[in-house]
Each structure stands twice: as C-alpha cells, then as structure tokens.
C-alpha cells in the first residue's frame, strides 16, 4: 500500500504531518509513504521524528497552495504546487492512494481537473462521518460539488452506502436525502428528482426517504445526502456549536462543582472532546475517485494524519472501489 | 395592542396556548388577545385557567391543519381553519398581529396568499434568535422562500438588521452572509449576486461579507442571511445536535459524580437548556409582512406563547415595520 502524504497542507504543516506519516508507517504493515513537498523542510523532520530507514520517501515539490488561497488561481499560477503533485503520482500508478489536509477546494479542485473517475461516476463527492445515538453515519456530499444534478446525489447515496457498509460496518445502511420536509415532493427541483431516482433505483429498499435537518443526530439514515452548499454549511456549523456548547456547558458545570468534583468534570470533557473530534475518524474521502483521496481538516495533529493514513489502508484493502463499481454495473 | 392566536397549532395544542395567552393578558398590559379555534374546546380551557373577565376573546374556526400535513392542500380542502382565521383577522384589521405554533408551512403559506406585505417587500422571511458568545444573532430566513432571488436575501438582511436593532438591541448589527468560503466569488450564483448586492448598497458599511458554517456561532455576524433550504436545515441541524449533545455530556459528566456532584450537574443542565432553548426566544417572526407574524415552534408550551406574545407586542410597541419601511427607502 503505497500513500502520496501531502506534507506541505494543513494549518501546522509539516511537522505535524511528517510526525503522522512516521507514526503510520512504524505501526502499519506494508505501508509506504511519499512525503510530497519541500525537501529541505520535510527531511530535517522525517529525521527528527526517527523516521530514517523507515518506508518514507520524500517527493519534491517547490510550491505550496496556502490554505485561504483561492483554488482555481492558485492551481494556475502554482503548477508545482504539493496537492497537484500528490495527484500526478496517483495518475502515473506511483502510489495508490492520496491524503491531503491541505486548501479542500484545491485538493478537489485538482482531483476534478485529472478526471480520474470511476468509470460510470459522473462527479466525486466528499463523505464525512458523524456521530449519531445508533453510532457513525455519513454525511455526502460537503463541499465537492455546489450545483449538483439529480444523479449525481444519486450516485452519492450509493457510494455512502458502500463506504458506510465496508468502513463503518453498518450491515444494511439507510439512506436519507437531506431535505426541508419529509413528504417526497418537499423542497426544491433537485431534491424532488433526486427523491424519483432513489424511489425508482436499485437502492429503493434501502431509500428511507427525505429526512429533516433534526434527523441528522437522531440516527434515521446511515447515509445522508445533500448537495455541497448545504453540507458544506451543515458540517461547520456544527463544528462551531459542538465548540461553543463544550465550552459554555463545562464552564456551567464546572463553576457548581468543588476539586474533585471538578477534576472528575473536566475529565468527562476530555472525553466528549475526543468523540466529537474530528481526528477521530480519519479524514474524509473524495468518493468516486478511481483510486483512493482522503482529505483531513486543516488543523489536523499527527493523530488525525496516522488515522487518516490507516482509513487510506482500509479503503484499499476492503476494494471499496470494486464495491462502488458492483453496485453502479446494477443500477 | 390586540393579537390573534391560533389556539389549535402546535403539538399540545389548544392547552398550553390557551393557558400561555392567559398567563400573557394577565401580566402585560393592554394585550387583547382572541384565540382563534373550536369554541368547545377552547372555552372550558379558558375558564379553567382563570381567564373570565381577562381581555380575551374566541373567535370560532371550525378546522385545523395538522402539523405533518401538507401545508398547500390543507389550505385548499380546510377553509375553515384556525391559521386562515387569524390571517383574515389581521386583514380586516381586527387584530395588530397573529401568534401560531402550528404547521409552519401553513402559517407561512396562507400569509403568502393573503400578500399583506409591506410595500416594497418581494417575500417575507423567517428570522429566529440563535445564541452566541457576543450575545443573540439572527438568522434569516429558515423556511418561508426555498427558491429565493438575490433581491429577497438582501431584503432579509435588510429587515433582519432592522430587528436585530430594536428587539435584540445589537447597536450596530453585522450583516453576513452564510456561504461556502469567505471569498465573495465563494460559493453559487445566489450568493456570488446577493454579495455585489449588498456591497453595492446604503448597508455597504454593515456588511461583513461572506461567512461560513464555523462563523454562526462564533459572533462574527449579528444577522446571517441565508435561502430557506439551508436555514431550515442549518435551524433544524442545531436543534437536533444540541439534543443530543446535552443529553450525552450529562451522561458523561454525571457518571463520574457523587451524589452532591451529580445534583449541581443536573443543575447546571437545567441552566443549560434553558438557556438553548427555543422558548427563550419568543417565537420567530414572519419578517416583511404588513403586521406582525410569530411563528412559534411546534412543541410550544405555555411559557413559549407567552413569550411570543411579548414579542409581537414588543414588535408593535417599537414600530419595527416603520423602521423597516424608512430602511427601504434608502435603498
């Protein structure tokens, strides 16, 4: 299992991301990581975290796509830039999967100009898992594609279903469409069309219709579809109130609370802290991609960077590509 | 001030309505309340929270839409029923304003064929209060137009500021607009218009310019605009995800403490959902529309219609349409 790292992405890049690769490759078997980015930054690193005759090797590239830039300008202007780098590799066969935490829209942005789709797949979209009360579930798309079509929710849903079933081993996912009501003719013209092609599809026992914004965390669907604008917003929205609740909800308990009480408190938060964190699952992928691209959150540590490396793993040693290519040959 | 409540909307209707619009004349002054329903059921409810003798009255409908129904139809095949009424109510000039907590879509629906907008408003838009750490902020709009053009964002920004003035006393209200990125090119054709909109306009100096999902709830904006797809969903989101996370972190914090521990813990929750709770903020209003509309929220209970009737009297009292119209103006 060969991975192209994106060292040069994320808000604290390298360090944290060569420190992630080295941890990955010391614990994974058969791991092997291509650091892409400036050598004479991201050597110095692989040394000081004992990466040295590790299965790490360091990929040139002399630019680097800051993460408020502007996709598309800074896609022109920075040809030897890391993201676009990390995606050659994956075309030239050197590697078969791809992680970035680096500028999102210019990792998909790069991604969708080499056009290595699965075969029959029309656009790639972005999964991201999130915590619900019967356990993880995947939100698709958040932010790939802000206009999309009918089909390609529909092609959403089905490759959802695939990475819900074989990463997050949920044995029969439901899916849901994101929608303001949950009578089918509820919302606007693509959720309308998007309803029909799920009713009418292969997938149609497994369609549990359109469900509302507060079925979200209520654990109605295994899969939730939408389209790229509203989960986009959906998915930081929420990262900013699970925030601003775990801080105002320990200060109120903690203000009421003696030492040990205290102590005991802040305890509990550490916990929930991580179970809502995004480190904890492993970056997100760039479905529909033929190859593997996982995109992790701009802060990630080398926690988050080691799991999105192994969730990479998972996605190729499950052949959850050849699953997405299964259920497109029955629809 | 005189009101028109739709005592058959909501969940638990028509108890807890009628006892809020009793609690409500019994404390404010000058409210005139008449309760809008099926007499049988609403008149014994009066007497039995002691309103004899308070300035209420009923007025009958002999209908009721439910809350799951859809909005249009029930309109069609319900000409009697208890929303409509109090539309009609307000039409005539009977009452200054109308309070419902039943089916929203109906609620919004019957207001957008009626059309008593005020002059020069396109289409009315739901604005709720959402808390922040820089105090509440509005966002607008949650529902009432899905498919909505760049004129009718600017005007619920244009309203949405004019509110957050005078009933959230935010002295100087931020305008932003929610989207995918920050960037003004950001996100689709609604929002990339809507922002040359606002630039352009007499609130130029108001404007912050785009914000994304994290920003909500983080102060950067005193009104946040967005169309009715995604602030239905976004409202819907957070009201789901607060559920839960209230109810998981007190489980957390509460396994970890002792008897003493676990009291003040339950205490604090107690703050704490009060403090998210939907109740607190008095109902939403149907902004744009010539009178005054709160739409409460479907599980309103006494001190929620209580509280919205403070709103719309508070709405009356500080002449928010005027304000809204001298706004108008000059643009």
Same mark, same amino acid.
């Given at each position: ?6 060292a ?6 390298p ?16 791991? +092997?990581?291509?650091?892409?980015g400036d050598r004479s930054a991201v050597?110095p690193l692989? $040394? ?6 590790? @299965? ?35 075309? +030239? ?25 699965? @075969? ?10 999130? @915590?619900?009360?019967?356990?993880? $579930? ?9 206009? @999309? ?15 819900? =079933? ?100 802040? +305890? ?24 593997? $691209?996982?995109? $992790? ?25 050849? =699953? ?8």
């Open positions: 299992m060969r991975i192209a790292l994106d040069m992405g994320g808000d604290y890049a360090r944290p991301i060569v420190q992630g690769a080295v941890e990955a490759v010391s614990t994974l078997d058969g791991l +092997e990581v291509t650091l892409v050597e692989v $040394c000081e975290f004992g990466g040295d005759g590790l @299965p790490l090797r360091v990929v040139h590239a002399s630019q680097v796509v800051g993460m408020d830039e502007s996709p598309a300008e800074a896609l022109r202007r920075k040809p030897d830039n890391s993201i676009l780098r990390c995606w050659q590799l994956l075309a +030239e066969g050197q590697v078969d999967a791809l992680v970035s935490a680096g500028n999102t829209g210019a990792v998909v942005g790069a991604g969708l100009f080499m056009r290595r789709f699965i @075969p029959g797949i029309k656009r790639p979209g972005i999964a991201v898992t999130i @915590p619900s009360p019967t356990g993880p $579930c995947v939100l698709i798309d958040v932010g790939a594609n802000t206009h @999309p079509k009918p089909e390609h929710l529909f092609q959403y849903g089905l490759m959802g279903m695939v990475y819900a =079933k074989e990463i997050l081993h949920v044995h029969e996912p439901r899916i849901g469409l994101l929608n303001v009501g949950t009578e089918g003719v509820k919302g606007n013209e693509l959720t309308r069309e998007t309803h029909r092609k799920f009713a009418d599809s292969h997938l149609a026992t497994q369609f549990v219709g359109n469900i509302e914004g507060r079925d979200v965390f209520a654990g109605r669907a295994d899969v939730i579809v939408c389209d790229g604008f509203v989960g986009n917003v959906v998915l930081k929205v929420c990262e900013g109130l699970v925030e601003m609740m775990l801080r105002t909800t320990a200060e109120e308990v903690i203000r009421r609370q003696d030492g040990q009480g205290r102590a005991a408190t802040l +305890e509990a938060f550490e916990t929930l802290k991580r179970r809502y964190h995004y480190s904890t699952y492993g970056g997100a992928p760039l479905l529909g991609i033929d190859g593997i $691209c996982i995109i $992790c959150h701009g802060s990630s540590d080398a926690a988050a960077i080691r799991n999105a490396l192994r969730t990479a793993a998972e996605f190729a040693r499950l052949r959850v590509n050849d =699953k997405i290519k299964s259920e497109l040959a029955l629809d």
